[in-house]
């Protein structure tokens, strides 16, 4: 009892409504002044880095040439050429990457959320996650290690494809499945109750349902994949010259096109390094922009 | 898909079931498909270890060299190759630390802000911009760290350097260009967007009960995000951190970009060096044989080892976090 007596000496009966002490509004202001420092200071270098692409790659971008012709028979010393060679080499082993993991991707999805119980769902779980990590320099050793020493066939652009599948997979799985469990369950009860069989109502009502968050979903894959280097370094050795064979020959790409210019000093080159790099950047933006776009204006 | 196979023939059964299509092969073909697929994933990792350990193991029993303790990498003598991980591993984790000691703190700010101090009208355009970076490929990271980053964090290491040099981690080792420390910077800003969205994620679910009980009993805004906000959110920022981790242990292009290669060894994270990936990427030119190609896709497969063990540490801690909060 003597302790609520005691409490109760205190001035803290009744309703106060002081401010609080200055030194906790001193520490206060000094941890809003942090954050939203913090903020800033993260925006910062993605600013510096938009601008320096732009700034240093855009004049040449401008010119019909940079996308209407290859870079065969230009020298690091030689103005001109484009990078029609390493655009259509990106596009067509992203293609390729796409029709690849997204049936494989997205029925993994179904399965977790649709049929996935006990012990193997768990597993399926894990091991997307672990996917999730691989460091996309492993994937490519291992693609290396089936494709090459293996299967003894010689690097080409489907290798490099199947190597970016074991990047993309994750990344789609893990939307797609997100999506799929926003979908009512109300939905899936009246196709049922309907007499509408599992794979029916799955393939007809949950799927088209979630259907443009699984497209974001693809497109926010094919972004992160469009840019990886390193599967290319293993797997994909660049080339000056137009490629459309996935299967024989060099294919160039963009990242490795600006990895060949990049070591190089003279400015016909180091030109050529930054409008590659935005062009780069323009393809990830335009994917990441329309999935954006998408899943905002199709909500499920 | 091996479930389709062993059942029985589905026409005998359609005299008992005549009404309705009930859409049993359908069903089965579409869940062995689903069932496949995930089978497929679960196979597709265990054969990333598998191939790696296969291709590794004749190159490290014919390694003359400590692999793990000797600081050689010298693989001239297909007979007698000698190589080692020691330095990959601290050139590796010197940049992962590097990163996620300047990547965490910010992440965690910016995770903040975008839950608790943001208008809540910009808080999604924000959000994005911070996932935006996340969009930037590495290799044009690597390309403004070095060209456009590499004179300011000079200074900022001359500066270091002059006032910390008595500890051997500041240490001035003397190269002018790309170091460890500048990686780590740039790996810093490539892994702040994937710890600031778990972050963000975990902090936004806080009860509002929490905040507001907080609130009430006359806590500023920054008692309020500490007594409430951080301690619901610390499985979640761990686990954000362990993926970031991850990420910077693979982290190839920006690195093999970034870091000049030097012969001499210290402890200064102003000095050049090699990472796994950054190795492994370096050399991808001499995969010849198939002892070479065994040493570098061995170093492949520690790295391998480590993400796996770094991503499934991150994973148990959000597990156990969900059946805490649930």
Known sequence: MTSIAAAGATPLIGPSIERPSRAREIRNAIATGLIWTSFFAAVVPLVWILYTVITKGLSLLL?????????????????????????????????????????????????????????????????VDILTGIPSIVAALFIYALWVTTLGLDRAGFSVSLALVLLMLPVVVRSTEEMLR?????????????????????????????????????LLGLARVIGETAPLLILGPYTKEINFNLFSGNMAALPTMINWDRTQSLQPAVDRTWAAALTLILLVLLLNIAGRVIARFSRV | ???????????????????????????????????????????????????????????????????????????????????????????????????????????????????????????????????????????????????????????????????LGWIPLFKDAGVSQGTLFLAGVVLAIMILPIVTAISREVFAQTPPAHKEGALALGATRWEMIRTAVLPYGRAGVISAAMLGLGRAL??????????????????????????????????????????????????????????????AVARIVIERRKAFTE
């Open chain 2, 250 to 311: 693979g982290e190839t292009i920006a690195i093999t970009i970034i870091v000049s290669q030097v012969a001499g060894f210290n402890f200064s994270i102003f000095n050049g060096g090699q990472t796994f990936a950054s190795k492994i990427a370096n050399n991808a030119a001499e995969f010849d044989s198939p002892t070479k190609t065994g040493a570098f896709i061995a170093a492949g497969l520690v790295l391998f080892v480590l993400t796996f063990v770094v991503n």
């Open chain 2, 1 to 163: 898909m091996t479930t389709t196979t062993g059942m029985p023939d589905f026409d005998e059964h359609v005299a008992y079931q005549p009404l309705v299509g009930t859409g049993r092969r359908g069903d089965q073909v579409f869940s062995g498909l689903a069932r496949g697929s995930g089978i497929l994933v679960v196979a597709l990792v265990a054969a990333v270890g598998a191939f790696l350990l296969i291709e590794a193991i004749p190159a490290l029993l014919k390694n003359r060299a400590n692999f793990l303790f000797d600081r050689v990498w010298d693989l001239d003598d297909p007979a007698a190759p000698k190589f080692g991980i020691p330095d990959l591993l601290w050139a590796t984790v010197a940049i992962a630390m590097i990163a996620m000691a300047i990547a965490v703190p910010l992440a965690i700010g910016v995770a903040l802000f975008l839950t608790n101090y943001a208008p809540t009208r910009v808080a999604r355009p924000f959000a994005y911009v911070v996932d935006l970076l996340a969009a930037v490929p590495s290799i044009i990271y690597g390309l403004w760290g070095i060209k456009v980053l590499l004179p300011y964090s000079r200074d900022v290491q001359g500066f270091l350097s002059s006032t």
């Open chain 1, 63 to 127: 010119s019909s040439t940079w996308w209407l012709e290859s870079q065969r028979g230009i020298t690091v010393r030689h103005v001109g050429g484009g990078a029609y060679h390493a655009i259509v080499g990106t596009l067509l082993q992203a293609t390729v990457t796409a029709l690849i993991s997204v049936p494989i991707a997205i029925f993994t999805a179904v399965y977790l959320v649709e049929y996935g119980r006990g012990r193997l769902a768990r597993a399926v779980s894990f091991m």
């Open chain 1, 182 to 218: 926003l979908v009512p369950n109300e939905l899936r009860e009246a196709s049922y109750a309907l007499g509408v069989p599992k794979w029916k109502t799955i393939s007809r009502v949950v799927i088209p349902t979630a259907f443009s968050g699984i497209v974001t979903g693809v």
